[in-house]
């Protein structure tokens, strides 16, 4: 499965982003799948994932109650809906596979501003 990330860009302190991940091949569907992030100058973490069939989701502490995980098998395609955003959510964001497997893509950069 090779993923592609999009949606990123700069946002004020409280605002919002949509990220994508859009997931070639038939495999998608079968594989729960996760967003990652690593700011500046730390390692990759765990920020969401959800099931297979989209049936759960579990959040990052830090994100719980602002950030949806949601996908559409139909369509090859996970989304991260991000609210109410803070400077700590500046980072490169990643989607994969959960657990992650070898390869990560490009990434799509967030950056909030203050």
């Known amino acids: 499965v090779q993923l592609v990330e999009s949606g990123g860009g700069l946002v004020q302190l409280g605002g919002s982003l949509r990220l994508s991940c859009a997931a070639s091949?038939?495999?998608?569907?079968?594989?729960?799948m996760g967003w990652y992030y690593q700011p500046p100058g730390k390692q990759r973490e765990l920020v969401a994932a959800?099931?297979?069939?989209?049936?759960?989701?579990q959040y990052a502490d830090s994100v719980k109650g602002r950030f949806t995980i949601s996908r559409d098998n139909s369509k090859n395609t996970m989304y991260l809906q991000m609210n109410n955003m803070k400077p700590d959510d500046t980072a490169v964001y990643y989607c994969?596979?959960?657990?992650?497997?070898?390869?990560w893509g490009q990434g799509t950069q967030v950056t909030v501003s203050s």
């Open positions: 994969n596979t959960y657990p992650p497997h070898d390869g």
């Open positions: 091949g038939s495999r998608f569907s079968l594989n729960a």
């Open positions: 959800i099931t297979s069939d989209g049936g759960r989701t």
